[in-house]
């Protein structure tokens, strides 16, 4: 009994509806007509991998990556660490997990944001690492600041991290964030809303992790995240229609 | 108390916002200086065999605007149907594109090799595609769809063949503009809602 089977399929539920009104972007962007569900195929099962040797030593140092070490970047330092699992639980090995995030005065290396906190010229804002064989990754970084954007009137981001995941299965992909344990922010915000239910959205609220934190040098925040897994292929041999 | 079930819930998604460019594709908003190498430019490598060829289209929103700040992501198998990684797979494709529609024209392009059909588990065979992954802005959960080809034997492919609304199935389909080039537009909402994917 191998775990070959097709993905689990998605809860949705648990994640956010496509339509927000709270979130006003959604509105057109959100598909209106249902998703198409089927089994999954090679196509979803498989998915691209990427080898160590594409990623540089600095790659998982958001504060010395942007100047190649020359410099460091400026802000409160932080580890962000955790473990990437699948749904039963097991650690996804030599998977590729990227991050991108503002700078600690909440500004964004991009050509589209102009908010008035400058840029540090020591940050470039992004990330990336593979997993280890149990699952586990870290990046070393500062913590982003909060920022306001054009939603409602008065709208604030929380501080968060983006994260994107890929584990072994395109089917698997994911995109999430990051937000930090005891932010004030995290309520009031209409894209942290998006999810209804609080125990799912305290999922993504990364606790502080003293245990792990480095006296005189960073705090650390743990972050899991966890990917679909594949049914059992139990009964799979059977003739169809069976 | 029934006994438990040992199972984890997956992560909820959110959106990748406006600024998903730093963290997957940096040298598209100038900051190519942080990484060395970039992840998925191409899904081809010189000698890749089979037909090459370029799908060019625009994301449209419910409004009829062609978005300019989405990021796809494709992956597809080699022209004889196998995998990056399975036995026989053609070394030079590694079958994974990034790309985003350009910022003055709103329209991307994907050159590749055109895939072969691949097999489900019960040995029914599906017409040749490429799997499409959609984030952005207003996308709560990224999206997933794909490319098939007008000039392909679409006929007995069992995912087209479960749409109900068999007009639809035309949104899934590259339209051929010339020899190697196809259109695929992709519309979030509306009239001619493209078939969006939960599998
Ligand atoms: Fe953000």
Redesign the pocket.
């Known amino acids: 009994m191998l775990d070959d089977g097709p993905l689990i399929p998605r809860n949705l539920a648990l994640h956010p509806a496509p339509y927000d009104p709270g979130y006003k972007t959604t509105l057109a962007r959100s598909p209106a007509l249902p998703l198409l569900s089927m089994d999954s195929s090679a196509s979803e099962e498989t998915g691209p991998r990427f080898g160590h040797g594409s990623l540089g030593a600095l790659d998982n140092n958001l504060i010395l990556n942007w100047t190649r070490g020359k410099s460091p970047a400026i802000g409160e330092r932080i580890v962000m660490h955790g473990r990437v699992l699948d749904e039963r639980g097991r650690g996804v090995p030599h998977t590729l997990v990227e991050v991108w995030q503002?700078n600690a005065g909440g500004r964004y290396r991009h050509k589209k944001d102009g908010y008035l906190a400058p840029l540090d010229p020591n940050f470039g804002g992004a990330g990336r690492t593979i997993t280890d064989e149990a699952g586990r990754y870290q990046f070393l970084t500062i913590r982003p600041g909060a920022y306001p954007w054009p939603n409602r009137g008065n709208d604030w981001?929380p501080m968060?991290i983006?994260v994107s995941v890929f584990g072994h299965s395109f089917g698997q992909r994911l995109i999430t964030?990051m937000y930090f344990e005891g932010d004030p922010l995290i309520p009031l915000c209409p894209i942290a809303a998006t999810i209804k239910d609080r125990a799912q959205l305290d999922r993504l609220v990364a606790p502080l992790d003293m245990a792990n934190s480095k006296p005189l040098d960073y705090l650390a925040y743990k972050f899991d995240i966890v990917l679909r897994g594949r049914r059992q292929s139990m009964f799979e041999n059977k003739p169809e229609g069976m | 108390m029934v006994q438990k079930l040992e199972m984890l819930q997956e992560t909820p998604s959110q959106t990748a916002?406006p600024?998903v460019h730093i963290g997957l594709m940096p040298s598209y908003t100038g900051n190519g200086q942080i990484f060395a190498q970039e992840l998925g430019e191409s899904p081809i490598a010189d000698g890749a065999q089979g037909e090459i060829i370029e799908i060019t289209g625009s994301i449209y929103d419910g409004t009829g605007w062609a978005m300019r700040d989405a990021l796809i992501e494709s992956w597809q198998p080699d022209a004889q149907g196998r995998f990056a990684g399975q036995d026989g797979a053609d070394p030079n494709l590694s079958g994974f594109c990034r790309f985003a529609a350009d910022a003055e024209s709103g329209e991307f392009t994907l050159r590749t090799v055109k895939p072969g059909p691949v097999a489900l588990r019960d040995g029914r065979v599906q017409a040749p595609h490429i799997s499409l992954w959609i984030v952005a802005r207003g996308i709560n959960l990224g999206l997933q769809t794909r490319i098939y080809f007008e000039d392909e034997d679409n006929s007995a492919d069992p995912l087209l063949a479960r749409i109900e609304q068999r007009p639809r199935v035309e949104t899934l389909i590259a339209k051929k503009t010339g020899a190697g080039q196809y259109r695929f537009d992709i519309r979030l909402q509306g009239d001619g809602e493209t078939v969006f994917l939960d599998i």
């Open positions: 503002a981001r968060h983006h964030q | 916002g600024y």
